[in-house]
């Protein structure tokens, strides 16, 4: 068996495939993506060497960019229901899309084993929310996974599938983000599970009626009992460490950085409980834990799961413990992600060892370096366009997730609002209730404006609210690196499918819009003034690729007999390309030629070489 | 063994990473890397850990824990200067870029920061990898050598 050096992702990945899956969907979302990726890729390479080998067959499987969260899992439900092994990625905010079938799919359960894979991101480091996918585990009834590090998420992704096909029932799989983005090496097999599904076999029991919920809520609980137990015995739960007296409690990648604070101080005789699965508690091995110690230093990002269990569990024993963590003694950040040197200055306090923090240095003052958005991003002349229409003129723009929340930034400024995938259209339509002298504007991106955008725009049209739609079409959905979306015309195994056309798309729900192209800055303006003249739904569809999909060889360039060193062009559109000295300077590695600034220039001392 | 890589966005940060660790698994030795990656891609800031043995537990290497900083852009070196262990050794790139925003940003004044501490700082001249190359594009490449010439 090879040794491969891997990323979280991407052992997670071969994990699911060694395990035997054949349907895995998702929607891209940091810190997830790379997971359907990585699958993606390794099916594409059987279908390469297909012919060589004979053996796996690459059109046994199915992997999908779904149009959202909540048709991945749905999908990939269908398919467990036939007996196939399937996995369903996203990031956690994710799984608020994808909780309306899985709630339901906790009752009906499944055939084949289906995981659930949700990337939590403490810190938040990319993400809207801090929102723990244990607490969702326990709120959904459904066991739930914790890895601590890529070599174990490899072995354990492929326990839960067992466990799920065993226990007729999807579970959760929860890494967070510096586990998804660690690499280690690890030992894979090239040896998959084939998994042959028996096919889909008519039964009341996969339609949900009140009766059968008052059923099968009462065999989870059941279910759920007895999985407590087991867990107690689970290899990755565990207890380590000698001392009587001194105990720390944890998971995750938490348990990492515990093992790394207790090496620094030399501690590592300190007795620690490592909690695999969050959901259920392993009740019985943590009361052994318990009798073990005489006081708990409870650490784990996020909410106090594990912290609550053990203070329920000694409540409810009658126990006597001292319990330190996040929750009562605040001892440690109640929010954001944790750090080894946090967490070892907290332990040394804890067990009374001295520990002296390095100093940190005096730096002297560093440039700030927030994201923006790239050279040339056709993102930047919509915005330019929207903002210069719309000049001196009482409006507010709803923004929504994806590369172009980047339009909040100087000196643009064209974001106001940012909430969820797809809310900025609806947002939009509730200020204009509320405040009908103000235009209100919706920008949405084609993948969202696919994931959920498209049912805000049918409610506008319904209920006849007033609001201009802006899409920014930029042809793929950029902001976690690429993927292909139902715009594209490609899915994600490269296969030719439908482009679906987004003026179509508006048109058919009775929204006629006006395509342009962002570059053609004139055009651009004067759609949007057009637009916003007139009342009802509007819509403008900017339709220009992302610099990172196909790099433009075009280059502008300062015409430095022109130029009057003015910045205007920077002070007006912030491209990243644009510096000023004394004249203009333009960054030829970054320039794509847009020609944005060559339209925003008063002197036309900018000229663009094709 | 520790190492720090830092630079921005574009620059061949994980590049450079994934160059060391494979290294040190061809050598039989074992590694884990950590990187940035996401929405700091976009000419933010990028670091990349390396933890090369046993008895690495942590993805990230703590403050004060790394043996060598490879920093492809004096800013970025400075402002991760923490992680240095003591007596720690740092490369470091002569070619600044000002951040995408504006703003002043002087690289030289960097530069006599880093002189100014008592590490072990090797200065690799990006502007003769870009006379060599006409780009700076093999800074990365250039950087690991560098260090590993020096002391790996």
Redesign the interface.
């Known amino acids: 068996m090879p ?1 491969r ?1 891997l990323m979280g992702n991407e052992a997670i990945a071969l994990g699911a495939l060694a395990a035997g899956v054949s349907v895995a969907t998702g929607y891209p979302g ?2 997830s993506t790379e997971v359907l990726e990585t699958i993606a890729k390794e099916i594409k390479k059987i279908e390469q060497h297909q012919q060589e080998t004979g053996l796996r067959s690459a059109s046994a499987y199915t992997i999908e960019w779904s149009v959202n969260e909540k048709a991945a899992l749905e999908v990939a439900a269908g398919a467990s229901y036939t007996g196939a092994r399937t996995l369903v990625t996203m990031k956690q905010v994710g799984l608020n899309v994808a909780s309306d079938p899985l709630m339901s799919l906790a009752y009906i359960g499944v055939k084949g084993g289906m995981v659930v894979l949700v990337a939590d991101d403490p810190g938040p ?2 993400s809207q929310t801090e929102q723990d996918t244990r607490t969702f585990a326990k709120y959904s009834k459904l066991p739930c996974f914790d890895p601590s ?1 890529p070599e174990e998420a490899y072995i354990m992704i492929q326990d839960a599938f067992e466990l799920s096909e065993e226990l007729h029932t999807p579970v959760l799989f929860r890494p967070t983000t ?2 998804c ?5 690890i030992d894979v097999t090239d040896v998959w599970k084939t998994i042959t599904p028996e096919g889909f076999i008519k039964d009341p029991k996969w339609v949900i009626f009140p009766r059968l919920s008052v059923k099968a809520h009462a065999e989870i609980e059941k279910r759920n009992r007895a999985l407590s137990e087991r867990f107690s015995d689970y290899t990755f739960n565990a207890i380590e460490g000698r001392s009587e007296n001194f105990g720390i409690a944890t998971g995750g ?1 938490c348990y ?2 515990v ?2 604070a207790l ?2 101080l030399d501690a590592e005789w300190v007795r620690v409980l490592k909690i695999a699965t969050p959901f259920p508690f392993p009740q019985t091995l943590a009361l052994d834990f318990i009798d073990s110690v005489e006081r708990v230093f409870v650490v784990e990002e996020l909410d106090p799961v594990i912290e609550r269990e053990l203070l329920y569990l000694a409540g409810a024993s009658g126990r006597t413990l001292d319990i330190y963590g996040k929750e009562i003694t605040e001892n440690l950040p109640a929010s954001g992600e944790y ?3 946090m967490l ?1 200055v907290k332990i040394a306090a804890y067990l009374g060892l001295p520990y002296e ?2 100093q ?2 005096e ?2 003052p ?9 050279a040339g991003c056709p993102h930047r002349a919509s915005f330019y366009a929207v903002k210069k229409a719309m000049s001196g003129k009482k409006a507010v723009f709803c923004g929504d997730i994806g ?1 172009y929340t ?1 339009g909040n ?2 000196p643009l400024d064209m974001v106001d609002t940012c909430l969820c995938m797809g809310a900025g259209i609806t947002i939009a339509q509730g200020i204009a209730r509320a405040e009908p002298d103000t235009t209100a504007f919706a920008f949405v991106g084609d993948s969202t404006f696919f994931a959920s955008g498209v049912t805000g725009v049918i409610n506008a049209v319904f209920n006849k609210n007033d609001m201009v739609l802006i899409v920014l079409d930029n042809r793929i959905t950029a ?1 976690t690196g690429g993927q292909t979306n139902p715009g594209i015309g490609k899915t994600l195994m490269d296969e030719p499918t439908a482009a679906l056309n987004i003026p179509a798309i508006l048109r058919a729900v009775g929204v006629e819009p006006r395509v342009v192209n962002p570059l053609d800055l004139d055009a651009a303006i004067a759609a949007v003034k057009a637009a916003a003249a007139e009342s009802g739904v509007r819509a403008v569809v900017f339709e220009y690729p992302c610099v990172n999909v196909e790099k433009p060889k075009n280059r502008a360039t300062v015409n430095a007999e022109k130029c009057t060193g003015c910045g205007l062009c ?1 002070r007006e559109i ?1 491209c ?1 390309a644009l ?2 000295g004394e004249k203009a300077e333009i960054d030829a ?1 970054l320039c794509t030629g847009c020609n944005l600034c060559g339209q925003v220039c008063p002197f036309d001392a900018i000229e663009v070489t094709r | 063994m520790n190492i720090l890589i830092c630079g921005i966005g574009g620059q061949g940060v994980v590049y450079a990473s994934k160059i060391l660790a494979r290294q040190a698994l061809e050598r039989g030795e074992t590694v884990h890397t950590a990187e940035t990656i996401g929405m700091a891609q976009r000419g933010g800031s990028v670091v990349s850990h390396v933890r090369i043995g046993d008895d690495c537990h942590s993805p990230l290497i703590p403050i004060g824990g790394a043996d060598v900083i490879i920093g492809l852009e004096p800013a970025e070196t400075v402002r991760n200067i923490a992680y240095l262990k003591h007596g720690g050794t740092v490369a470091v790139s002569t070619r600044g870029i000002a951040p995408t925003t504006g703003g002043d940003y002087d690289p030289e004044a960097m530069l006599t920061y880093l002189k100014g501490l008592d590490i072990n700082l090797i200065i690799v001249d990006a502007e003769e990898v870009f006379r060599r190359d006409g780009s700076y594009r093999n800074l990365n490449v250039e950087m690991v050598n560098a260090i590993q010439n020096k002391i790996l």
């Open positions: 040794i050096l940091t810190p480091i990319s590090s510096r586990l983005h660690a690499t280690a090496p990648v990492a950085y093992r790394e090496k620094r750090t080894v040197e070892t923090s390095p940190a240095p730096l002297p560093l440039p700030v370096r927030p994201p923006v958005l790239c590369c980047l930034a100087a902001m920077r912030g990243p510096k000023i590695s």
